[in-house]
């Protein structure tokens, strides 16, 4: 089917794509706001937790230092909890959709 053909507007209306919609924005919220928060807290701690993130931990890598480099594992962790929902879930119920279409139950 081209993409002249596909009514975009059924789709949209389609109550399928009306959960995955909701479901996938639901989710990215959530991790959008998990990420920001847990990016935020590496300035405040440094900011009004300088006793804390100046604990030595071994020789020169302090507790400030962990939490930094952490944000690299958070970010990564983000990314990899996003990819095994996006291949489990959400591309499940987008090629359900895309069938639908192909069978001409969306017009």
């Known amino acids: 089917m081209s993409n002249q053909s596909v009514n975009w507007a059924a789709i949209d209306a389609n109550p399928k794509f009306q959960v995955l919609h909701r479901k996938k924005t639901t989710f990215l ?15 405040i701690g440094a900011a ?3 006793d804390l993130f100046k604990i ?3 020789g020169a890598v302090n507790v400030g230092l962990l939490f930094a480099l952490s944000e690299f594992v958070v970010a990564w962790g983000i990314a990899f909890i996003y990819s095994r929902k996006a291949n489990t879930e ?4 987008a090629q359900e959709i895309i069938n639908d279409v192909n069978n001409g139950s969306i017009k």
């Open 56 to 58: 030595k931990v071994w």
């Open 48 to 50: 009004y937790f300088q």
């Open 29 to 43: 919220w959530g991790l959008m706001i998990f990420s920001t928060v847990y990016y935020f807290l590496l300035p």
């Open 90 to 93: 959400f591309d499940a119920m």
